[in-house]
């Protein structure tokens, strides 16, 4: 993407965040306003869900995308092994902060630019593959206040997840079922393979597209 297109972007990134910090400040959610590091940890989680917002709706109308809100997929110290979620983003800062109600995507959700498509659930069965994450899609107003930048969605680079994903049985459930493990220590060796596998996405990613289908198309496909 040309330098200035990724320019225009990132000024439509950051005057909805803006919005939204105020937003919350409008609302009563928040007292104070966030400091110069949380402003900037939220205006990346905002980039992260508008840019999938933005990309499932790109060939497709009723184009939505996956966001987990199992807070164990989040985290504020440690890192997260999971791959669901980028940059190390807390669950306070992307979802909802549950003392105040604000967060990424409540904010984006509390300003209508964001509906829910698809309530998730956790499957207590015992077979988790049963299990659905949450879907969003945008609404008609935020298509419309992104309506000259929502093509570029297509060109930001994917940000970065964990790439060593371990997985384990889940205890006193089937056998066959298995979760990624949020936390596992790192070894010399993993921190190598971790920095190698870095090297083969940026590889793969500068030589790749994403096609978002909806879900009956995709079932043809």
Known sequence: MPERKMKQYQSKIDELSGHLM???????LRKRQRTKEAKSVFTKAISWLVTEALAANIGNSTGSFSVSRNKNHYTKENPDRTGFVPWGLSYETAIS??????????????????RETRRGNHNRGGDLSKSKVTQYAATKKFLEYCKDVQDQSLFIPKPDTETIILKAPVPNESDQVEKALREYPDTPSSNQMREYLKLINQNMLSHWYDLYVADDTYAVI
Do not use: H, R, V, Y
């Not at 105020?22 to 009563?28: D, F, I, K, M, R």
């Not at 902060?97 to 964001?114: H, R």
């Open 97 to 114: 902060d549950p003392k105040t109600n604000t967060g990424a995507l409540e904010s984006l959700l509390d300003g209508g630019f964001l």
């Open 22 to 28: 105020a937003q919350e400040l409008a609302l009563g």
